[in-house]
């Protein structure tokens, strides 16, 4: 059984930074592609970044691009989002997610997804 568990959530003022993490159970993921999404209250779940895990291969979402970073650490079968220079704007709940495949790797249609971690900023 997949178990995806993140951790590293809190609260931080603007411009501050924090690292998610994301332990992955269950299987080999060594083939796998892992995304971090959030959602903010009212809003839509919203793709962040995607890390394809046997080459590294990183996609972002413009509004990030440039402070956060997505990394893995295949020892420890884990995911990070380092989040630098926050924003009020990046408050939301943040979920790590994994798929067999890099196709859709930026769509919401992913096969396990975590219990979700809050992140808020404020100014």
């Known amino acids: 059984q997949v178990q995806l568990v993140e951790s590293g959530g809190g609260l931080v003022r603007a411009e501050d930074s924090l690292r998610l993490s994301c332990a992955a159970s269950?299987?080999?993921?060594?083939?796998?592609?892992m995304g971090w999404f959030r959602q903010a209250p009212g809003k839509e779940r919203e793709f962040v970044a995607v890390i394809r895990w046997w080459d590294g291969s990183t996609v972002y979402t413009d509004s990030v691009k440039g402070r956060f970073t997505i990394s893995r650490d295949n020892a420890k079968n884990t995911v990070f989002l380092q989040m630098n220079s926050l924003k009020p704007e990046d408050t939301a709940v943040y979920y790590c997610?994994?798929?067999?495949?890099?196709?859709?790797?930026?769509?919401?249609?992913?096969?396990?997804w975590g219990q979700g971690t809050q992140v808020t900023v404020s100014s």
């Open positions: 997610a994994a798929k067999a495949t890099w196709i859709g790797a930026t769509t919401l249609k992913y096969d396990y």
């Open positions: 269950g299987r080999t993921f060594s083939t796998y592609t």
